[in-house]
């Protein structure tokens, strides 16, 4: 299993960026996706999550309006779409994949983030 992270970098507040996750070695179709971030000194916060059917999003409420998820099952990738971007949104940002499977037992997968820094 593995998920790979891009796009992040430096950008100016006010700025946007596109992360892509890539993902291999499960099902891509049938897991929920999920982007978290994590700054320094903070915990771990969920940004954004998309159901495996694709149709529903949930966003934290410090991203609403400004992000966007989205998903192609086709190509086994998930977006997070990141517009009027904040010195607050500086994190490393991470995919995640989940889903219950069959038994019950939960399957869990993190990609190895990607920083974004806003900063004039």
């Known amino acids: 299993v593995q998920l790979v992270e891009s796009g992040g970098g430096l950008v100016q507040p006010g700025g946007s960026l596109r992360l892509s996750c890539a993902a291999s070695g499960f099902t891509f179709s049938t897991y929920a996706m999920s982007w978290h971030r994590q700054a320094p000194g903070k915990e771990r916060e969920l940004v954004a999550r998309?159901?495996?059917?694709?149709?529903?999003?949930n966003y934290a409420d410090s991203v609403k309006g400004r992000f966007t998820i989205s998903r192609d099952n086709a190509k086994n990738t998930v977006y997070l779409q990141m517009n009027s971007l904040k010195p607050e949104d500086t994190a490393v940002y991470y995919c995640?994949?989940?889903?219950?499977?069959?038994?019950?037992?939960?399957?869990?997968?993190w990609g190895q983030g990607t920083q974004v820094t806003v900063s004039s």
């Open positions: 998309i159901r495996s059917a694709g149709g529903s999003t």
């Open positions: 995640n994949a989940w889903r219950v499977r069959w038994d019950g037992v939960e399957l869990d997968y």
